[in-house]
């Protein structure tokens, strides 16, 4: 991709102004989080890590990541309500897997008892890489879609005024001036508003399911004040709250400590840790309630890689999404290669290919939050121990993207300031409300850039390895 700042990456004074200028700018916006030695109350707090220079992302890819978002909204809006696809796709996996096999579980026990909810809402984040093509140019390659807990829709938006002041800062006005402004926290939250309203109950809570420890509330508070702004209320409480405070009375209607809660939105409940018997427990309780879950267990389940993976079989996207050949389309030309390793022929063969060549390929367990990935060698030895036991099937392949590194630099509180050969993932916020089966809103919700050295071949921000960038469109 193009370097976009090759005359003044390298000039260190002219770089140690701008980070001093930015850092502070950082702060007075708003782009915070708790540190990690006080995880637990905002007393002490520090930026959130980000580039010192917005980083260089072709417009072209960046309006076809756009364009396709509210495809992705009705794909996994539409494999959340396949009950007989989900069965048949995850069957290989919860055999193996433990905690697909526990939401599993959850998502069958709702079933049979019928859904109380009748609203329902999704958030999700489609992340893509920009895959550097022979020929020099780049594609836009889609690494996962994220159903769950989604974050930094909030904190994203104090990046573009601190990159357009450090522009200035650097004698590139006109540079400044061409950087989008842009707010998905909001946007989510006209999505959690619009989903409260049609629940019905004035009365009504929003509740952030958070987690135990919280150094990322401030990108929730972004979101949590505009549901305020409009005037609803919202609460925070964690599993363990709800196993001790949450009731659901005859229709089903979920009551926190008294008040009834019309919208769950999970900021927490999407790794194993999460959970002991007692979550299990909460878990439960919520989805069976009527309350709208963003997501609820089918709409996770729908974010799986191994759903990922089985989305990318020829004939799959048509089964899914009849009479849409247009969207498929869309969608089809993000993917990249992506291989199962269910016991077989295929998955033998295909094992066998990563073997022999680690470094084209990525493998995937079904996990989230980031640094589970394998790579290169570390890929081969494990897949190599596992290539002949059904625990290869917990697992699938993914063909690597190879992105062109640029110069920039990542600030991050203690850390010396240096420049560093990074990489880029662009996620594209998308949101959708369906009333019974009527999509009354389906929209792409803004963008969140991050960066990081290709030192790390995985992680994400909160995982304390990529950082938070806006994109300068070129
Ligand atoms: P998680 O659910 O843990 O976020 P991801 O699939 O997003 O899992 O992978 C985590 C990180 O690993 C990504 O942010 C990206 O940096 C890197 N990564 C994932 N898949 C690929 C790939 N196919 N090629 C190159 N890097 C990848
Ligand atoms: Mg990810």
Aim: hydrophobic share 40%; proline share 4%.
């Amino acid at each position: 991709m193009a370097a976009a700042w090759q005359d003044v990456v390298r000039d260190a004074a002219a770089m140690r102004d701008a980070a001093a200028v930015a850092v502070d700018a950082a702060l007075l916006a708003g782009g915070l989080m708790r540190t990690r030695e006080q995880p637990h109350a905002s007393d002490v707090v520090n930026y959130a890590p980000f580039t010192l220079l917005p980083s260089a992302v072709p417009r072209d890819l960046f309006e076809q990541a756009y364009a396709v978002q509210q495809d992705f909204n009705l794909l996994v809006d539409a494999i959340s309500q396949n009950k007989e696809f989900l069965e048949q796709i995850l069957a290989s996996t919860i055999k193996v897997d433990d905690f697909t096999a526990r939401l599993y579980q959850i998502y069958m026990q709702v079933l049979e008892e019928g859904l109380a909810q009748t609203v329902f809402l999704g958030i999700n984040r489609s992340d893509y890489m920009f895959d550097c093509k022979l020929d020099g140019t780049a594609a836009l390659r889609q690494i996962e879609i994220n159903t769950i807990a989604a974050s930094f829709g909030g904190l994203t938006s104090r990046t573009a005024d601190v990159h357009k002041l450090v522009l200035k800062v650097l004698g590139k006005t006109e540079e400044a001036s061409r950087l989008l402004s842009n707010n998905p926290g909001k946007r989510l939250a006209l999505g959690i508003a619009k989903a409260w309203e049609l629940y019905g109950s004035q009365r009504a809570v929003v509740m952030f399911l958070v987690e135990e420890v919280q150094r990322n509330i401030f990108d929730q508070r972004c979101v949590e004040n505009e549901l305020w702004n409009r005037n609803i209320r919202v609460i925070r409480r964690r599993f363990r709250d709800v196993f001790e405070q949450g009731s659901l009375d005859a229709s089903r209607r979920l009551y926190m400590d008294g008040q009834e809660v019309a919208v769950v939105y999970y900021r927490d409940g999407y790794v194993p840790q999460s959970y002991n018997q007692q979550n299990w427990e909460a878990r439960l309780l919520l989805e069976r309630s009527r309350a709208v879950k963003c997501p609820n267990v089918a709409t996770q389940l729908a974010g799986t890689k191994k759903v990922q993976q089985e989305l990318s079989r020829p004939g799959t996207l048509e089964k899914l999404l009849p009479g849409r050949p247009e969207a498929i389309a869309r969608i089809r030309a993000t993917f990249a290669g992506l291989y199962s390793l269910d016991e077989g022929e295929e998955g033998d063969r295909i094992a066998a290919t990563a073997i022999a060549n680690p470094d084209r390929f990525v493998l995937k367990p079904q996990r989230e939050g980031g640094g589970n990935n394998l790579y290169g060698e570390e890929l081969r030895e494990v897949l190599e121990k596992i290539k002949d036991s059904p625990e290869r099937t917990s697992y699938i392949l993914m063909d690597k993207i190879k992105p062109q590194p640029a110069l920039n630099y990542l600030l991050r509180a203690h850390s010396p300031l240096q420049v560093s050969e990074c990489v880029s993932e662009l996620g594209i916020f998308g949101v959708y409300v369906r009333q019974g089966q009527e999509l009354v809103l389906n929209q792409a919700a803004g963008h969140l850039l991050r960066t990081k050295a290709i030192e790390h071949a995985d992680g994400g921000v909160a995982a304390g390895v990529a950082v938070l960038d806006t994109p300068y469109l070129v």
